[in-house]
């Protein structure tokens, strides 16, 4: 329509030329323009020569003399199909009618599947219910290994203390669903206990045992609630999070985008209390964004406005949400959330045993007295004073009291390990059937080391036959009585420069990223999730001084790594992926005396044996990193400021994954130590001992004490002892001589 | 009123004033779309990639994959409101080459992609052609584009030449006709409540010195006022001599059509009429009823007693009802679903966007929670 104007504008202006210079004739050539239609001209023969170029601009304006009714077509009003046909379903109705509060357990992974292995294995599942009037259904889904013999394996569930009826396992081609009684729930927290009792088809021995599991899908068991049914408040928003928690592993806050920080670190430290020891991944969402193909089950938003009272409601997607409006004016404090996220209670910690006092395994929180399968592990993790440090000889005691089942076949043995190694290896094919007199196993205790240690009992009792199935029993293979007890040998208050202290010590407030233009949201989220992770051991002081500072590869120059002596290099070849195998030039000299070789190595065997008397640990720092690779390294740049760590990540690490090891290095006796410690894909930790650094005394050095001081400088690096020996030797003897020789008569002289 | 006319008014000085308050409106409502706080640029985009094509038609696929005045002017408002100039570029000259067809200046109502005939009649649909104006003002203000703004101009003349007449009752109000064709009958007019959006009105009423839109809306808001006295908005009235009555053959419950009514009333900075109020009071109702399904929200409901006839999976219907909710209650947030065009259909997905545009601008305590 544009173009048409224009085209008649410039007829009209072609035209007005024309009349112009004609007069008379713009009547006719205006009459033209007009594309056959009949014009209905004001003008009139008498006004031309007036050329009065108003009404000719009317005259020329196309449309304005059609009419849309005078057309061929029809005319209909606007009128439109609004609804969807009949039948037709939109996918926006996927909200679900029904959510699903999981259950909780420990030792399930990251797919959220627990097994459950061997003759016989039990589990604790939980699961908070706000309404449990409300229940559907509680469920269980489970599958078992094609190896179990149904007719002879169970599963054996207790729902709040309530045996239910057994069941045969016979989930062999996928997870299947064993509904439970509703009635058994009660409100809030609820303890469903599995015990799976499972026999092989063929085989009975240790092998047999790891052929022989369920597993429990903890992702697709808990209790199914109707979305609808649940009113909205504190308690249901609990139960909510909680699902949410343990279903996703996070929770999305919606929030301006110009929050700060500060407040949702806040959040995230509130929401560790509901996860216990595990991390929460904060997702943070703009108000606006768009919806979620799978709505959560709880959400939290935080408004900016005046500040009232957190509520919680049902969002449209029936999510549960807690809404927070927040003052931005009064800072970046939230308002009370006492009632829907309560601080967080410090969390349990391991036993921890007291140097030189028999301490009972029931006070080092040793639970796992009975073993019933053919290979079986008992753990009992346990930590010592971080200043405790013994690396001479001495010997530490365990007192253990045991049993085993009667008449167990020949082979039959229990080993006792302190940190891997082991200490003791006992017998369980002779005698048996009751309860052994104590046995003093006394072990090095040069083998523990200060912070969390692993004492484990690992019996493995051979199948007798190996090729049938093996005999029924309840009865346990293996007692190991908590009254045992362990017993440390003191020491003096010392310590090696290490990580793992600081670590442990660490609190939420102190994680903090370091100042970065690229990553930024992948080390804010790896802080989000520390900060939901290091909720305070119970019993453990903060160190005012600590700090835990985040950064991502691409952002390096932030970390101080040169106080390590490493280059920028050298730490990227860690967190990079590792490169395809390439054909690697070979550096040696073309020509060479090839018989040479061992002697060479030889020498060189000899030359490392001799520094590592000198300078005990791990060696130089880059040639420890060779080939090494991991998700995050953590690190203590600096000896002079031991508090001061850095959590260094890979672009492609699991910030909730990875704060989650950390959190739990924090109690694991396979955790971070030393001044570096890589954390490996598989979720390890491979730590570098400084060897310069001697062991620090944290007492004064007494007549008391001197002996197991000496006996650790000596122990940690004989070398540089007997130098220093030697050197107060002969000085000893100089200082002697001068004395000697400086009161002998002038006679003798 | 000729373009000349216009043009010098438009120019005069007598509108200076209010040209610089409007730019200044465009601008403010322009500034709280992108704040980074309040950004929506995550639901526009993916309102265009479900629903705008690449050479500017917006796609209706319920009305058989038509594009209408309506759809192609809500996509024009929105490229404009969100400055989307490349977006704004593509939906302009589609319509002007589709649509713009009729003599005058207003939009032909409908196209469809098949058939001989692609514009079946050149009836036009007056709030398309309202909305289309409102987008050519914003962007021809914000931008300083005399040639849309001169666009405007013209629809804004036409619409108020074809499509605005007085009450049959007596009353000297005057009445938005649906189409330039077809709504008036001997005695009396027809008149969709939802065609008013007050807000677009004052503002091209205020550029383009199209004044009788301005009054148009006034009066609307007043026959608003009226019918909610009686119940709910209809989707469809007559009013003739002897007032106000239903129309035969078409619906008198408030549905589809006057779902839009109270959000363009809220929108327009009035939510305490008493139209947004009933509609907030028949959402609460349908929420709080034995009836209420999570997941599905009223869409369809009986005008005098407020029951929901039908129900809608569409979570756009359900962002008008909770917004209308909260534009009349003081709650700071509002259980507004969050923007979603996968399996939601034209119509929802815009009045969603809309709500959210509404919300930003006009009521920003009820902030989606």
């Given at each position: 329509m544009t173009l048409s104007r224009h085209i008649s504008e410039a007829l009209w202006y072609t035209v007005f030329l024309i009349a112009l210079g004609a007069g008379s004739m713009a009547g006719p050539l205006a009459a033209q323009t007009q594309s056959g239609e009949a014009p209905q001209s004001e003008n009139s023969e008498a006004d031309a020569p007036l050329i009065d170029l108003g009404p000719l601009l009317d005259t020329l304006e196309p449309e304005t003399e059609q009419t849309d009714s005078a057309s061929d077509q029809p005319v209909t009003i606007p009128e439109y199909q609004r609804a969807p046909e009949s039948g037709a379903v939109t996918a926006a109705s996927a909200v679900p009618d029904t959510m699903l509060l999981p259950l909780r357990g420990e030792g399930a992974g990251s797919d959220r599947i627990l097994r459950l292995s061997g003759e016989r294995s039990t589990t604790v599942l939980t699961v908070d219910v706000a309404f449990p009037e409300s229940a559907e259904a509680v469920v269980l889904a489970y599958r078992n290994s094609i190896n179990v013999l149904p007719g002879r394996s169970e599963l054996l569930i207790r729902v709040n203390g309530t045996q239910v009826p057994p069941v045969t396992p016979a989930a062999f081609e996928g997870f299947v669903n064993i509904e439970l009684p509703r009635d058994l729930l009660v409100e809030g927290s609820n303890e469903i206990e599995v015990t799976a009792v499972h026999a092989h088809r063929i085989f009975c021995g240790p092998e047999a045992t790891f052929q022989i599991w369920t597993e429990i899908d903890l992702a697709q068991s808990g209790v199914r609630l109707p979305r609808g049914d649940v009113p909205a408040g504190k308690e249901s928003f609990a139960t909510a999070l909680a699902a949410q928690m343990a279903l996703n592993g996070s929770v999305p806050v919606r929030i301006a985008p110009d929050a700060s920080a500060e407040t949702i670190r806040q959040l995230a430290v509130r929401l560790s209390g509901v996860t216990g020891i595990a991390a929460t991944g904060v997702t943070r969402e703009s108000l606006y964004d768009i919806a979620d193909p799978l709505p959560p089950i709880a959400r939290i938003t935080v408004l900016d406005g005046p500040a009232e009272p957190a509520r919680v409601e049902r969002g449209a997607d029936g999510a549960m949400v807690l809404v927070v409006v927040r003052d931005p004016d009064a800072g970046d404090g939230l308002p009370d959330?006492?009632?829907?996220?309560?601080?967080p209670a410090p969390l349990e910690d391991i036993g921890q045993i007291e140097p030189g006092v028999a301490t009972s395994l029931q006070d080092l929180k040793f639970t796992d007295t009975n073993a019933y399968n053919r290979y079986s592990e008992q753990r009992l993790p346990f930590r010592l004073p971080d200043d405790w440090l013994m690396l001479s000889s001495s010997e530490a005691m365990l007192r253990l009291t045991y049993s085993f089942a009667e008449g167990l076949p020949e082979g039959a043995i229990m080993l006792v390990k302190v940190n891997e190694t082991t200490v003791r290896l006992l017998p369980l094919?002779?005698?048996?059937?009751e309860v052994l007199e104590p046995l003093d196993i006394g072990f090095s205790a040069n083998l523990l080391k200060p912070g969390p240690n692993l004492l484990n009992f690992v019996a493995i009792v051979p199948g007798d036959p190996v090729d049938q199935q093996c005999p029924v029993t309840e009865r346990p293979l293996v007692t190991i009585l908590d009254d045992s007890t362990l017993r440390v040998p003191p020491t003096p208050h010392m310590t090696f420069v290490g990580l793992r202290s600081a670590l442990t010590s660490m609190r939420a407030d102190q994680v903090m990223v370091a100042q970065t233009s690229s990553e930024q949201s992948l080390t804010d989220e790896m802080a989000l999730a520390l900060v939901s992770a290091l909720r305070p051991l119970d019993g453990r002081k903060q160190d005012e001084n600590g700090r835990l500072a985040v950064a991502g590869v691409g952002t390096f120059?932030?970390?101080?790594?040169a106080g390590m002596g490493l280059t920028r290099r050298e730490l990227e070849n860690v967190l990079m992926e590792p490169m395809p195998m390439t054909q690697i030039a070979d550096e040696t000299p073309m020509f060479r005396f090839i018989p040479l070789r061992p002697i060479a190595a030889g020498a060189r065997s000899m030359f490392d044996g001799f520094i590592n008397l000198a300078k005990p640990g791990d060696g130089a720092l880059n040639t420890w990193l060779e080939g090494r690779n991991g998700q995050a390294v953590l690190m203590m740049p600096d000896p002079e400021a031991p508090n001061d760590l850095w959590l260094v990540v890979s672009a492609d690490s699991d910030p909730v994954q990875v704060a989650d090891t950390v959190s739990r290095a924090r109690m694991s006796p396979d955790g971070p130590r030393g001044r570096l410690s890589i954390l490996t894909e598989e979720g390890t930790w491979q730590s570098w001992q400084d060897a310069g650094a001697p062991p620090v005394l944290k007492e004064p050095l007494t007549f008391r004490n001197f002996r197991a001081v000496a006996g650790n400088y000596a122990s940690w690096s004989p070398l540089y002892f007997s130098t220093v020996l030697f050197f107060f030797t002969v000085l000893s003897v100089v200082l002697a001589l001068i004395f000697v020789v400086s009161t002998r008569g002038k006679r003798k002289r | 009123m000729n373009r000349r006319t216009v043009l010098s008014g438009l120019m005069g000085a007598s509108l200076v004033p209010a040209f610089a308050a409007s730019v200044a409106d465009a601008q403010a409502s322009f500034d709280m779309l992108t704040d980074p706080r309040s950004s929506v640029s995550a639901p526009w985009a993916a309102w265009k990639a479900a629903f705008v094509e690449d050479d500017g038609r917006v796609v209706d696929r319920l009305q058989q994959g038509a594009s209408h005045s309506e759809s192609q002017g809500y996509g024009l408002l929105l490229a404009a409101l969100f400055g989307d100039g490349p977006t704004f570029d593509r939906i302009y000259q589609w319509t002007e080459t589709n649509l713009a067809v009729r003599s005058d200046a207003l939009l032909a109502w409908r196209w469809l992609p098949g058939g001989n005939g692609r514009v079946p009649d050149r009836n036009n649909a007056s709030d398309g052609d309202l909305f289309y104006a409102w987008a050519l003002v914003i962007r021809g203000q914000r931008d300083a584009m005399p040639a849309l703004l001169e666009r405007a101009q013209a629809i804004a003349m036409d619409l108020v030449d074809k499509c605005i007449a007085p009450a049959p009752d007596g009353s000297g109000r005057l009445l938005l006709l649906p189409a330039a064709e077809g709504f008036v009958l001997e005695e009396a007019v027809i008149v969709n409540p939802s065609y008013y959006m007050p807000r677009a009105m004052r503002e091209v009423a205020r550029v383009t010195g199209a004044s009788d839109l301005s009054v148009c809306a006034t009066d609307g808001e007043q026959l608003m006022a009226d019918l909610a006295g009686m119940g709910l908005m209809p989707d469809w009235i007559e009013v003739g001599v002897n007032g106000i009555s239903t129309v035969e053959s078409m619906s008198d419950r408030n549905g589809y059509e006057a779902v839009r009514v109270a959000l363009f009333l809220i929108w327009s900075g009035n939510a305490p009429h008493p139209a947004v109020l009933r509609q907030a009071q028949a959402y609460r109702q349908a929420r709080e009823g034995d009836a209420f399904i999570p997941g599905q929200f009223a869409i369809?409901?009986?005008?005098?007693?407020?029951?929901?006839?039908e129900t809608s999976a569409d979570v756009g219907y359900g962002a008008v009802a909770a917004f209308t909710r909260c534009a009349s209650s003081p709650e700071f947030g509002a259980p507004i679903p969050f923007f979603q065009t996968s399996g939601q259909p034209y119509y929802p997905a815009t009045l969603h966007l809309m709500t959210l545009i509404a919300q930003i601008v006009s009521v920003p305590e009820c902030v989606p929670i």
């Open positions: 959330l006492g009632a829907e996220l309560p601080s094919d002779v005698g048996g059937g120059e932030n970390v101080p790594f | 369809v409901m009986e005008r005098f007693s407020g029951r929901v006839v």
